[in-house]
């Protein structure tokens, strides 16, 4: 599902990178050109944006104290290319809300109410939908380890994806 414009590289050796030597393509996103407000500066953000590939299996994150992105290598190699794609969106969106001094990690917030991963997750199913995917796809992509089904549930109701019936 991923856009042919999207590429990974996906066997590199830990370390770190630029972003655009990761990932490619993301930044042609209509949706980020949306959130970024013009292609000159989501391109600015996106080529001087760093990637940290670290000894994991977790997926793709923003490091809080550098905004760095980093992502864990197991999961570069062997994530769908279309959930990696998604990610990356995700993680994109946090880049511009830290770059905007927002508060990513507000504990005041669980995870899934968090004003910050609620408009993340709106571009990110944005995307999506752009993408054509079905609504239960989607779902699919939104069920993590780390959200119950109570979460999960909370959190679809407020990005506007309709529940399996």
């Known amino acids: 599902m991923a856009p042919k414009i999207f590429k990974a590289k996906r066997s590199v050796s830990l370390g770190e990178y630029r ?3 990761i990932f490619i393509g993301a ?3 209509p949706t980020l050109l949306r959130l970024f407000g013009s292609q000159s500066s989501m391109s600015k953000i996106v080529r001087h944006l760093k990637v940290s590939v670290v000894d994991s299996d977790w997926g793709i994150w923003l490091d809080h104290n550098t905004g760095a992105v980093c992502v864990g290598s197991k999961y570069l190699t062997a994530a769908k290319i279309n959930c990696l794609y998604l990610d990356v969106i995700h993680v994109l969106v946090h880049v511009k ?3 905007d001094g927002k508060d990513l990690f507000d504990q005041t917030f ?6 910050t991963e609620i408009e993340a997750y709106r571009y990110t199913v944005d995307e999506a939908k752009r993408l054509q995917m079905t609504e239960d796809e989607i779902l699919r992509y ?3 380890e780390a959200v119950d ?3 999960l549930g909370r959190l679809i109701e407020k ?3 309709r529940p399996r019936r």
């Open 19 to 21: 972003f655009t030597q």
């Open 110 to 115: 669980e995870y899934v109410d968090r004003p």
């Open 27 to 29: 930044e042609n996103s």
């Open 159 to 161: 990005i506007g994806v």
């Open 149 to 151: 089904d109570s979460e």
């Open 142 to 144: 939104l069920r993590v």
């Open 97 to 99: 809300q830290f770059l």
